[in-house]
């Protein structure tokens, strides 16, 4: 069993052959599986005999050893449902060992996660295409000295053809292939603990759990999400006029060729205009843009004015190797309003990535993509759930009216029968900061504070009133008035209450700040800034980026206005360090961590639950502001897949539970998100967010955790608990 000072002395490592994937099918027939103890292989076997193979396992104890397990379980489970009580059980047990998993654990305690320590590179799969992905093939040529491509066999991708075949009649390669897979694994993870039992190999203590978390996770995938026919069809009418319109704009710019490519020439001297009005020729080129280079003399992009035309004065933004910057940031901070246009032409990126997307949802379920480990211990995932904007920033003139401003999020909608449901931690990181504060230092105001109120996002405004002189009743009142200015003052203690505790600079805190994702800012001339703005939210100046500057600290940056970085610099980061004493001795313990051991320990309480430390991981090769961070994202991490796990458990195992039959497919550090049945939907609602606290609970035992669960059709990031005359949750857009 995976348990701490227990050895590993039965493993039985399995492995299955199946039809292909698609995107909306996780769960492909299976045709075979096979087993090994790390000596010899057995099999091929029929799949009817797998799930009794793993009961087999689970009355014995033995450990299971699985390369991406939780696709083989997901087949399983499809064939035979009730196999998922087994499954479970043997994740409970430990005695589930997922040898991609072990290693992306081993490389987070090395500060290697997505890079192979033979070369320092990212890995590579097994085409040769750069990836950082774990694969079995990478993983055994690791410990095994097994570097063969074992992609191109003949029955890689073909045993769906072998589904109807009996076993005995397949050709000897059919048989030897999956075999190998068996023997490869048992082998892997035989030599991965070795090295774990030997001291070598990190954070082995924390596999059963984040094993679980990823079998719940792609539970999630294979359920999925549907979007709705109506509101796709209306979302794409309104982005393809507002697309026609921005590339009418572009191409009379110049910015766009008629082709649908960008003139990235024709942007750069638009830049270098708006930066350095007054930018006379390259006397280089001579303003083409273009000097004659080698024997045949052809033309080439002149290395001195990167092709502008122009000569470029230290007031141009310029990229590290010496080009001239386009990024959003230079283009939105430029003052120009046509470049700043283009920097917010989310339109185009919506017709581009999302609608084809959001199409297939309405015929298939779209299947998030998780990781269940970055070096932090969260949840990454990729495609579609990781990158969707919460709303879209349309061109002048081609807002729809409201009831149709949804956006790419608002087009998801509950299956038939079913309401999502969403359940976040309050200011989740900032409860674990105050614990880990409390850890380490002895005392935390932030946790004093949070225990007394109940409620976590009261530090910011606590901290604004702080920062204006007034009195935290009185901020709280002009809040309540919707007042301007208060909301401004709380955006700023936010930014810097989220910023600071991860050793975030004054220029990086004002560049994090400045997207559409944080808000806006208004300035005295009816201008809308994206973002937050402290030179008018702090400074009350008028507009922010009179003057603005690429350096701060000796280092560079795109461009960035200076009032704010001063008043950063000067007064918010000051004043977070008096409200909050305990943050600099904490930051005196990272420093410590780092230079005495080169990495940090993930922390935990020092009690055990059933018979197992809650978190036992530890991050090496970390610098001190990826340090810092980890300090409290790594407890946060921990805790919200605690209550994912438990969630997921109760939904597929516990008839009793208001969460049976609840499906929850997506997973974003704090927050679950998923479908509940409406026939229980309040309950369920409710029973999630007390599941969460209490959970959640045994990893911050001196600081009260906040939960609170809203229920909606469609997928909406602003919705709240809304409940009707009885008092029962209804949907926020019911």
């Known amino acids: 069993m995976l348990t701490r000072g227990v050895v590993v002395v039965v493993i039985y490592a399995m492995d299955t052959e199946t039809g292909l994937t698609i995107p909306a099918n996780q769960t492909p027939d299976m045709v075979c599986w096979t087993g090994s103890d790390g000596t010899t292989a057995d099999g091929p076997f029929t799949p009817d005999t797998l799930a009794g193979k793993l009961e087999e396992c689970l009355r014995r104890k033995v450990v299971t050893a699985w390369a991406n397990g939780v696709f083989d379980f997901g087949c399983l489970v499809k064939a035979c449902p009730e196999s998922v009580s087994t499954i479970f059980a043997l994740y409970r047990e430990g005695l589930v060992y997922d040898v991609l998993i072990a290693e992306q654990l081993a490389a987070i305690g090395e500060g290697t996660l997505g890079r192979d320590p033979r070369t320092g590179q990212p890995i590579r799969s097994e085409q040769g295409k750069q990836t950082g992905a774990y694969s079995l093939h990478f993983v055994s040529s690791l410990h ?116 649908g490519t960008q003139d990235q020439a024709a942007i750069k001297r638009a830049v270098v205009r708006a930066y350095a009005p007054d930018a006379g020729r390259c006397e280089v080129c001579r303003g083409t843009g273009k000097t004659p280079t080698g024997k045949n003399g052809n033309a080439v992009t002149c290395v001195d004015c990167d092709g502008t035309g122009l000569e470029l004065t230290p007031d141009v933004p310029r990229t590290e190797t010496g080009k001239v910057s386009k990024d959003r940031d230079t283009l939105l901070e430029s003052d120009h ?18 609608l084809p997307e959001l199409r297939k ?92 109120s109940g409620d976590p996002g009261l530090l910011h405004t606590r901290f604004a009133a702080s920062l204006v002189g007034k009195s935290v009743d009185e901020v709280l009142a002009l809040l309540a008035k919707k ?60 507009e922010c980026g009179t003057q603005l500057v ?48 080169g990495g940090i320990a993930c922390l935990s309480p020092s ?32 805790l919200a897949k605690a209550s994912y796990r438990a969630a997921t458990r109760e939904a597929y195992l516990d008839r009793e539970s208001a969460l049976w039959g609840s499906r929850f497919p997506v997973f974003a550090h704090d927050e679950i998100f998923g479908e509940v049945p409406q026939s229980r939907a309040h309950e369920a609602a409710h029973r999630l967010a007390d599941l969460m606290i209490s959970e959640g609970g045994r990893y911050t035992p001196d600081v009260r955790l906040d939960a609170k669960p809203a229920l909606s059709i469609y997928w909406l990031k602003e919705a709240e608990a809304r409940y009707d005359e009885g008092g029962r949750l209804i949907p926020w857009d019911l």
């Open 337 to 354: 309003q046509d470049l700043i246009d283009l920097s917010e032409s989310e339109v185009v990126k919506v017709d581009d990535t999302y």
């Open 144 to 259: 095994l000295g097994q570097d063969e491509a074992k992609y191109s066999g003949f029955w890689r991708k073909r045993y769906r053809l072998l589904r109807d075949v009996p076993i005995a009649k397949w050709l000897p390669d059919a048989v030897e292939y999956p075999r190998e897979d068996a023997l490869k694994t048992a082998q892997t993870a035989l030599a991965q603990l070795e090295l774990f039992a030997s001291g070598r190999y990190a954070n082995y203590h924390d596999l059963a759990a984040q094993a679980e978390t990823a079998w719940c996770l792609h539970l999630g995938s294979i359920w999925g999400l549907r979007t709705d026919p109506e509101r796709v069809s209306i979302l794409e009418g309104y982005v393809k006029d507002a697309r026609a319109e921005v590339d009418r704009r572009l191409q009379a710019l110049g910015f766009l060729r008629t082709d």
């Open 483 to 542: 007042d301007p200015a208060a909301k401004g003052w709380r955006q700023a203690a936010k930014a810097a209450n989220f910023g600071f505790p991860g050793g975030m600079g004054s220029a990086k805190l004002v560049l994090a700040t400045r997207k559409r994702s944080e808000g806006e800012t208004i300035g005295r001339s009816g201008r809308i800034y994206p973002g937050i703005r402290f030179c008018i939210a702090l400074g009350g100046d008028p």
């Open 361 to 452: 949802g309405v015929r298939d379920p779209i299947c998030p993509r998780p990781n269940v480990l970055v070096e932090s211990g969260r949840v990454s995932y990729s495609g579609l759930v990781q990158l969707m904007p919460r709303r879209i920033t349309w061109p002048k003139g081609f807002e729809p009216p409201k009831e149709h401003d949804f956006g790419v999020r608002g087009c998801f909608k509950a299956r038939p029968g079913y309401y999502y449901v969403s359940v976040d931690y309050a200011a989740l990181e900032l409860c674990t900061l105050a614990q880990v504060c409390l850890w380490v230092v002895g005392h935390s105001e932030m946790a004093q504070a949070i225990n007394e």
């Open 607 to 638: 009690d055990y639950v059933d018979g197992a430390p809650l978190v036992d991981r530890y991050r090496g090769g970390v610098d001190f502001c990826s340090a810092a961070n980890n300090g409290f994202q790594a407890l946060a991490s921990d």
């Open 550 to 597: 690429t350096k701060w600290r000796g280092r560079d940056y795109p461009p960035l206005c200076k009032r704010c970085v001063e008043i950063v610099e000067n007064d918010l980061r000051p004043g977070y360090f008096r409200q909050w004493s305990e943050m600099k001795p904490y930051f005196a313990w990272v420093s410590s961590c780092v230079e005495t051991q």
